[in-house]
């Protein structure tokens, strides 16, 4: 049989594997989507800056238990369609296969690692996706934490002063992936969560962002939108990541679009971008131009129309006869700079 890409690889290595989007928010995608994406039956549903970002967590099949699984952080250029792109999938195929054969869980030597990390399709992700993809992994396989859990959830328990700063992040990210079992932690979070020292909060918003909170924090996590201060409000929109399809969150976000700023309206289309598929894309959209940023304006319409998502939304509001005049225009001036 030939191999013509990524996920025939896998299969045909006799790996079981499991997928991460790392672009956007660190979440997993099934087997079946993959194989479509890689055999460009569907567009790449989380596209950032014209690439597909994920972790490819493989394993031999057969095993008597859960062997460590060998990680691939893949970096592959998307086509105009948004398709994964065939050259890149082959071309990576052929330095793994030159090194491996098809069998790709083999042990590598030293030379080989260095040869493979050599490639342009991997790359590093930052500490706090990979933490993420650990504190899921481990929720997957049913596998204890790391040896940073206990002070994290500790100290968000109960904030100290001083103590935010022994933690380590694995620390968070494995409490935040486990909120659903741990009700106690997740009432502390939502009730302090304002009032975290700022490096505590920033660091929790990252780790929420990649989960889906329970239903319990979405109310008090909802009512910091509105904070006075902006870090508090950015924060509390990451946190709620999760949450983006929920009639509620758009509502509030509703509300808010008026008088959203900037970086406020950025982490919505990277981080909540499901809420803006319906209703809540006109006035997204016409809040962006009412700043007058021609420049922002133009890094947010080429993301949303990059998201097979939001790209339909956008493209159908547009076309209407009635926009709003600041929207006509910066939508015009958009249009008229490609």
């Known amino acids: 049989m030939t191999i013509t890409n990524l996920a025939e690889l896998l299969s045909e290595s006799q790996s079981d594997f499991v997928v991460y989007d790392l672009g956007r ?29 994920f972790a490819v967590v493989f394993w031999p099949q057969l095993t ?41 869980t083999g042990a590598l030597s030293d030379e080989q690692e260095q040869q493979l990390q050599q490639s342009a399709y991997l790359f590093t992700p930052s500490e706090a996706k990979r933490a993420a993809v650990h504190a899921q992994l481990t929720v997957r396989w049913q596998r204890s934490p790391s040896r940073y ?39 502390a979070i939502a009730a302090n969560f304002a009032k975290y020292p700022e490096p505590l909060q920033n660091a929790l918003a990252e780790a929420l962002e990649h989960t889906a909170a329970p239903d319990t924090m979405k109310e008090p996590l909802l009512a910091c939108v509105t904070d006075d201060s902006s870090q508090v409000r950015i924060n509390s929109l990451r946190a709620l990541a999760g949450f983006a399809s929920d009639a509620t969150l758009q509502q509030h976000l509703a509300q808010r679009m008026p008088v959203a700023t900037a970086d406020e309206l950025v982490i919505i289309v990277a981080r909540l971008w499901p809420a803006l598929c319906g209703d809540l894309m006109e006035a997204y959209l016409l809040r962006c131009a009412e700043l007058n940023n021609s420049a922002l304006f133009a890094g947010i319409v080429r993301d949303i129309l990059r998201l097979p998502d939001t790209r339909i939304f956008a493209l159908g509001l547009v076309q209407r006869n009635d926009l709003p005049t600041p929207l006509y225009k910066a939508w015009q001036q958009f249009i008229g700079a490609q």
């Open 64 to 104: 008597a238990e859960q062997p460590e699984p060998f990680l691939w952080f893949l970096k592959m250029p998307l086509d105009e369609r948004g398709l994964l792109n065939h050259a890149a999938q082959q071309e990576f195929m052929t330095q793994v296969i030159a090194m491996l054969g098809q069998q790709i």
């Open 25 to 53: 928010r660190v979440q997993a995608i099934d087997a079946d989507t993959f194989s479509a994406i890689c055999a460009q039956q569907r567009p790449y549903p989380y596209p950032l800056q014209d690439h597909a970002w």
């Open 149 to 187: 859990y206990e002070a994290a959830q500790s100290e968000l328990l109960q904030p100290t002063a001083e103590g935010w700063q022994q933690l380590g992040i694995q620390g968070i990210h494995d409490v935040a992936a486990r909120l659903h079992n741990n009700a106690a932690t997740a009432t």
